[in-house]
């Protein structure tokens, strides 16, 4: 099974609107990254945050780790259409930068 | 500076036949790693590389998948005898020293067995 787990796996909303994702996961963690993957491309790292730190912001990006509830989630605030894409969660497990991705969820931003 | 560079982006094969998938990773980069996305799923991983060895591969089938990271050149990630199943978009993601966290991923290749 998946080490991340994202939810909701799909999110419609309107422009202005602020989007929020979670995602869960199994084990410890060295640190947990978000990325983004537009349709057909490859994935765009957009945040990282280690297992000792509790929130993190880049831009319009929030993004918050509960390592005893093992969850995080995404906050996109004022969204735009260029928004719309899947948004991954990943993890990884110790010091190296192997990770595990969850199953993403499938952004839509209506303009 | 340019970014991981994957080839071919689309790939065609019928039953039985091998693909071979090519990845340069960024400028510097020396860990290579590769990762298989199943239409509308997340990635799944694969295998992990350095120059010239094999870090990690149990995400790896053990028959007809092969990847290695020579000296010089690219990476490659072989698929033998190629069946349905094996129809995936095949990412390469690439990092520098280790610890920096953050993946560099290419534009993947998309595998059609038919």
């Known amino acids: 099974s998946q080490q991340g787990e994202e939810d909701p796996q799909a999110l419609s909303i309107q422009e202005g609107e602020n989007a929020t994702m979670n995602c869960s996961y199994k084990t410890s963690i060295n640190n947990l990254q978000w990325y983004r993957q537009n349709s057909g491309r490859g994935l765009v790292h957009l945040i990282l945050i280690r297992s000792n730190e509790r929130e993190k912001h880049s831009g319009r990006l929030r993004v918050t780790l509960d390592t005893s509830k093992k969850s995080s989630s995404l906050l996109i605030t004022a969204s735009r259409a260029a928004d719309t894409a899947s948004y991954f969660c990943?993890?990884?497990?110790?010091?190296?930068?192997?990770?595990?991705f969850g199953g993403g969820t499938r952004l839509m931003v209506k303009p | 500076n340019a970014g991981v560079m994957q080839n071919p982006r689309h790939l065609v094969r019928r039953r039985g036949q091998e693909a071979r998938l090519r990845c340069s990773p960024m400028?510097?980069?020396?860990?290579v790693y590769w990762y298989r996305q199943l239409p509308e799923e997340g990635l799944k991983f694969m295998v992990y590389l350095q120059k010239e060895n094999i870090i990690d591969e149990s995400g790896m089938p053990k028959e007809r998948f092969s990847a290695e990271f020579p000296k010089e050149g690219p990476s490659i990630l072989r698929i033998q005898q190629v069946v349905r199943g094996d129809s995936a978009a095949y990412f390469c993601?690439?990092?520098?020293?280790?610890?920096?966290?953050?993946?560099?991923f290419g534009e993947g290749s998309r595998l059609t067995v038919l």
């Open positions: 993601a690439s990092s520098g020293q280790l610890n920096t966290g953050e993946l560099f």
């Open positions: 400028k510097g980069h020396s860990h």
């Open positions: 990943a993890t990884a497990l110790n010091a190296g930068n192997m990770l595990t």
